[in-house]
């Protein structure tokens, strides 16, 4: 019982398959099932590979392109932040919110998943978030104990939520920009 | 086939129902089954009264209890915002929050869906919010034109969301309360 009868290539695909179907239905309504016939592939190599949904979800979000967060530097918190926008790419955008819609629920439900999508995208980013902000720090631009700070992330991810909740929109790079300056950046007084 | 079979108060307690599985499992997995088995009815007696999921949803949606924001008036903005969270009860918020986490991916996939919460819970909310802030330009302590106004229902959504997704909990009236003097007092400029 090894994973070694797949190739890198075919569990790459079979990955991808998966976050489109998280994408596209949402976590409860992903069935092994549907990924088979996705992938074509059987469902006993599936479940002989990963035993289980959540561990196949699980290893499929180690497939999310990493933020480039972390490489920004521009010198000021504005400029860090506008490039954050500027690199944002619509229709990335558009793939990573209907992820985030697409495992809500499921996350709240089932803590393994959770632990996975807090280690492998929301983690980074927020340590990608810190190191930008504690440079705006060390620069003045900032006050540690501004009480702003502790909330970028809400602000960040809130952002991506409220407004395909309130507009049934996803957020893009133009609302994103605006959203910055008048929120974040007003929020923290830069 | 009219609805007169069953009586207000039967009504009431299988919309009450449904909308306690829709916070439980979210709406994809919310099944005719499942209200049926919880409300000791027939699934027969389910479709012939409401014909579809979807709709016996929406109906169910009715019966959540109106916000109450639209009532406030302290005489200032933060004033309001503050009177708002003091109203705001701990578990009701986890229910708004269950609620919404359950229906986000549906609402996508549904448009009747998210009709019928945009019409029943968010609109009325943003109505309410648009009286305080209109209050609050009269007043002279925000501007008509200040940038952050249109962004407060972002953030106040947002903030169940995010809180939900980042700490993997629902938003208390203790961290609502320092959102909104660390974020929407602060990038509204009050």
Chains 1, 2 share one sequence.
Request: proline fraction near 4%; glycine fraction near 4%.
């Amino acid at each position: 019982m090894t994973r070694s009868r797949l190739t890198p290539e075919r569990e790459s695909e079979l990955y991808g398959a998966v976050l489109d179907l998280l994408r596209e239905v949402g976590y409860d309504s992903l069935t092994m099932d549907a990924v088979a016939a996705r992938t074509r592939s059987s469902k006993a190599t599936l479940y002989r590979q990963w035993h289980s949904k959540p561990e196949l979800v699980a290893r499929s979000l180690q497939q999310v392109k990493p933020s480039v967060t972390g490489e920004i530097d521009t010198g000021s918190l504005r400029g860090d932040f506008h490039e954050m926008m500027s690199r944002a790419d619509d229709e990335e955008m558009e793939r990573d919110s209907a992820l985030m819609r697409g495992l809500l629920q499921a996350v709240h439900n089932n803590p393994d998943l959770y632990d996975a999508l807090r280690k492998l995208l929301i983690e980074p980013e927020m340590q990608a978030l810190r190191t930008l902000v504690e440079r705006a720090v060390e620069r003045g631009e900032i006050s540690a104990d501004n009480p702003a700070v502790d909330f970028i992330p809400h602000m960040l991810f809130g952002s991506f939520f409220a407004r395909q909740m309130i507009e049934d929109k996803v957020p893009d790079r133009c609302f994103l920009t605006r959203y910055m300056d008048s929120v974040v950046l007003r929020a923290l007084g830069v």
